[in-house]
């Protein structure tokens, strides 16, 4: 994501918080990104430019971003940790090493990877090993994202192992960020939160 497209964004996010909504953006970020020795303080400066706390920004790291420069990755994600961003890695359980950057990285989260998510109900391996992945998770003290959540058994699965933060179509397709407030301030999301 170009620096442009990252300040769009964060305006559209302070537009959405000063209209009293407690969101956060999700932003991947790619190898590039992860070897440019000041990202942090470019994020920072951003945050600061739009008045938005660190908290409401949180960035996803995909295995594959830190095969290539890991030392490098490490402290650019540290320097992010320790401003107070938010760190995923995104798309846990589909890689070879995920073990091991759980105990190295500074993560906040996982994501479990929507190929695992789409047999729930299916495939009673896949629901084994998400519930590997969330306790694992709490283990070692971070919080859980679902991906690619499309049934309303799926969102059960979830709940029922107080996993909350999830995403997918079935609360709604992508959408430009003009429609997101009409959506947050529509009866019908208001119903689904409750």
């Known amino acids: 994501m ?7 964004a964060l305006a559209d996010m302070a537009m959405w918080r000063a209209a009293g909504y407690e969101l956060y953006l999700s932003v ?3 190898t590039q990104h992860l070897e440019q020795p000041a990202l942090a303080e470019t994020i920072l400066a951003l945050l600061e430019k739009y ?3 660190a908290h409401c920004l949180r960035f996803e790291i995909t295995e594959s971003a830190l095969m290539r420069d890991q030392q ?4 650019t994600m540290q320097a992010l940790s320790d401003s107070g961003i938010k ?3 995104d798309d846990f359980g589909t890689g070879y090493s995920s073990l091991k950057y759980l105990k190295e990285l500074p993560l906040d989260a996982i994501k479990i990877d929507r190929s695992f998510v789409q047999d729930i109900g299916i495939d009673h391996n896949d629901e084994t090993i998400i519930d590997a992945m969330l306790s ?5 003290g971070l919080y859980c994202v679902a991906e690619g ?3 309303e058994q799926q969102l059960a699965f979830f709940n029922k192992r107080s996993c909350f933060l999830i995403q997918g179509f079935l609360f709604s397709r992508p959408l430009p960020a003009a429609e997101l407030l009409a959506l947050l301030g529509s ?3 208001a119903a689904s939160q409750a």
């Open 2 to 8: 170009t620096q442009q497209l990252l300040e769009r």
């Open 28 to 30: 991947n970020l790619s």
């Open 51 to 53: 008045q938005l706390p």
């Open 72 to 75: 490098s990755a490490i402290l």
């Open 87 to 89: 760190l995923a890695l």
């Open 136 to 140: 694992m998770a709490n283990s070692l």
């Open 149 to 151: 959540v499309e049934t």
């Open 187 to 189: 009866d019908d999301f």
